[in-house]
């Protein structure tokens, strides 16, 4: 198929991340979460996870173009 | 329940994830152009894509809430129904079923049927099939908009026409396809969404060791919780096959051995995975051979590891139970809206000294097993100085004694998770419920159009044609899915009636399969007779059995209780043994005293030994889904031995 479904993954990934990390950066540590700030743990996680398959994506995407010609 | 309150961070993420699944249906629209790219993804997918898919497919909400519920009421034995049941079935599907599916050019499981066998198998699998899809899809919507309504407040209709017009879009836009990949969107979703959620519980409960202390407290009083009546073995809930090898007596699921190995691990798993074109539909659409034989086997990995994301908060919520300083109590059973009013009128007119007897009638309005001591409280504190009606509403609701097990997992994203992490996990919980429609939409469009339209109504049209009536069967089956949902929604036990369903249909379709496919001599008479028998046997039994603690009706034992079981587990697991049993044997019998129909040629393709090996020489020696296949095996039976 046309789309590599790493590109809508990564992109939606990386956006929550950047939700998450503001979220935690201005809310800080909550008591729920056992006092610890885990909206900005879990979003820095997110964006690794996010930004991988962006990566990724690209770096298929250009083999696929260098092979094509 | 009292809605939840979502920060803007919270719509922000939930918004972006249905922008994004709306977004890849348009992004996709530009590539279909024939009905099979629309029906069939054109067979175009790589297979980590489909494999993914495949096992997101089967990970509907119902499954995400169902099995922490279970979790909570039957222990880690319930991670069978993973290591038992899916993983053999599933690497059984890609070595020996998925060459027959994906070589035979059948584009659903019907059509595979009709080649086979005849018109009549493929026809009653196409019926039940079809009607099962949108039941579970209703079901799913119903589930879903009930979800937003008590979580965040919203209209019910509202909340049911948003959720579908979000699923038409996409699948009308981009199809199967489309469904697929926002089911791989949905499982990073839901690991991780969900994760954080496991983590933070695990810490708060103090870790796996103190997990499992906590859990033999459990056990061996599991009243105290209301999860059971007896008392069990202190492993009876951090044990997977311990309790189980000691009989049905000593574990709370109430099945022994046999129907453990054979009802689920043989017959529903293998009749499930190997026959439900839901699943099997993803591996078709892969781009060759050997990606569909690798998606079973892809998602054999994942689904080895989820235990711990679906089942531990189940186990989790149960321990924290029982440590006072944590505040923490399972769910109870919600009381309905209607049934407030005559129980605090009840309350009202009660005075300690009448406690008992008001206690009865309390129960009744409710209808609910309620905890004594608690209503008693709250009658003395009422007459001493009266409490106001929605004080009064709460407390007796947090005096019902019968566990909500399904309101588990939603309990601990409360609990948890604060702004932020919320919209994560609640996201993850809606894009299970979306997808379980999105998924049994797809499959419904593709047996309708090819299976029953093309076949039996209108054949021999353009492709375009084709096309058209596939994209105008999406907004049909939505439409009837939003009647199935408006039909669930009046019924608090539609979800165990299609379950019911399922396994009717399920169990005996694998007799016929097993058959079919190993089997030349196998005949459509015999095939076809053997299939009704088959669900004709899982209607008697369950017309002729019960679990022990329920009432003749829907649950079973409607024409004379000749058997009780134990739980209704068991009684699950011995139907569909009964059912496989009595398909394979009817088929069997007919089939030797028949005439075969088809001769070896036409077979070629379609029968194990009428069909040229595959050359899986040229790969490499570690591709080879044989080789694969054994080490995902390996690798289960050793997750089996460490969670002993």
Known sequence: MGLDIRWPIGIMFTLISVLLVIEGALAGPSPKALGMNIDLWWGIVLLVFGVGMLLGAARSGRKKNEGGK | ?644
């Open chain 2, 1 to 644: 329940m009292q809605p939840i309150h979502l920060a803007w961070v919270d719509y922000a993420i939930l918004l972006a994830y249905t922008g994004f699944v709306i977004g890849i249906g348009f992004a996709l629209r530009r590539y279909l152009k024939t009905s099979s790219d629309y029906l069939t993804s054109g067979r175009s997918i790589p297979a980590w894509v489909t494999g993914l898919a495949f096992m997101a497919a089967n990970l509907g909400a119902l499954e995400l809430v169902g099995m922490a519920a279970n979790g909570a009421q039957y222990g880690i034995a319930t991670a069978h129904f993973y290591w038992v049941g899916a993983i053999p079935a599933m690497i059984f599907l890609a070595v020996f079923m998925m060459p027959f599916y994906y070589g035979s050019k059948a584009r659903s499981v019907p059509e595979y049927l009709n080649m086979r066998f005849d018109y009549r198998t493929r026809c009653v699998n196409s019926i039940s099939f079809a009607v099962m899809t949108v039941f579970a899809s209703g079901i799913s919507m119903d589930a879903l908009a009930r979800l937003l309504n008590l979580l965040l407040g919203w209209d019910y209709n509202f909340a049911l026409l948003i959720t579908s017009a979000v699923v038409l879009v996409y699948v009308l836009k981009g199809g199967l396809t489309s469904a697929i990949y926002t089911e791989v969107l949905q499982f990073f979703m839901i690991v991780l969404g969900f994760a954080p959620v496991v983590w933070l519980g695990l810490k708060d409960v103090g870790g796996w060791t103190t997990l499992k202390e906590r859990l033999a407290q459990v056990a061996q009083h599991p009243a105290a919780l209301a999860l059971n009546d007896k008392t069990f073995a202190p492993d009876a809930w951090s044990s997977a096959w311990k309790p189980i090898l000691a009989g049905s007596e000593h574990n709370p699921m109430g099945v022994n051995v046999f129907a453990m190995v054979f009802g689920l691990g043989f017959v529903l798993s293998f009749g499930y995975w190997c026959t439900n074109f839901l699943v099997v539909q993803r591996a078709m659409a892969a781009k060759d051979m050997s990606a569909a034989r690798r998606t079973p086997l892809i998602a054999t990995v994942p689904k080895m590891i989820f235990p711990v994301l679906v089942i531990l908060p189940g186990m989790l919520a149960v321990a924290l139970a029982t440590i006072p300083g944590k505040l923490y109590r399972l769910p109870p059973v919600p009381i309905a809206e209607s049934a407030y009013a005559p129980a605090i009128a009840d309350l009202k007119a009660a005075t300690p000294d009448t406690a008992d007897a008001a206690f009865d009638k309390i129960s009744r309005d409710v209808g609910l097993k309620m905890d004594k001591a608690k209503v008693a409280a709250i009658i003395k504190a009422n007459s001493l100085s009266p409490v106001s009606d929605p004080a009064l509403k709460a407390e007796l609701q947090d005096a019902v004694g019968e566990n909500y097990y399904n309101g588990v997992i939603l309990s601990l994203i409360k609990r948890y998770c604060p702004a932020g992490l919320l919209g994560l996990a609640l996201t993850a919980l809606l894009a299970s419920f979306m997808s379980g429609m999105a998924g049994n939409v797809t499959a419904f469009n593709t047996i309708w159009t090819y299976d029953l339209y093309q076949a039996y109504i209108a054949p021999k049209k353009s492709d375009r044609h084709y096309f058209i009536v596939g994209q105008a069967t999406t907004v049909v089956g939505i439409v009837l899915s939003i009647f199935c949902a408006y039909f669930a929604s009046h019924y608090s036990n539609a979800m165990n009636i299609i379950q019911l369903v399922f396994g009717f249909v399920n169990a005996p379709l694998f007799a016929t399969f097993l058959l079919g496919m190993f089997w030349a001599r196998t005949t459509a008479t015999g095939a076809f007779i053997g299939l009704l028998g088959g669900t004709a046997t899982s209607a008697l039994f369950h017309a002729l059995t019960l679990a022990t603690g329920d009432v003749p009706g829907i649950k079973g034992g409607y024409i004379h209780v000749v058997t009780y079981f134990p739980s209704e587990m068991a009684q699950n697991f011995w139907l569909a043994s009964f059912a496989f049993s009595v398909c394979f044997i009817l088929t069997l019998v007919i089939s030797l005293a028949t005439k075969r129909t088809k001769s070896d040629a036409e077979l070629k393709g379609l029968v194990y030994s009428l069909t040229p090996r595959l050359k899986d020489g040229e790969q490499h020696f570690l591709l080879r889904p044989a080789v694969l296949g054994v080490i995902l095996l390996i690798a289960c039976v050793i997750l089996n031995i460490i969670f002993w």
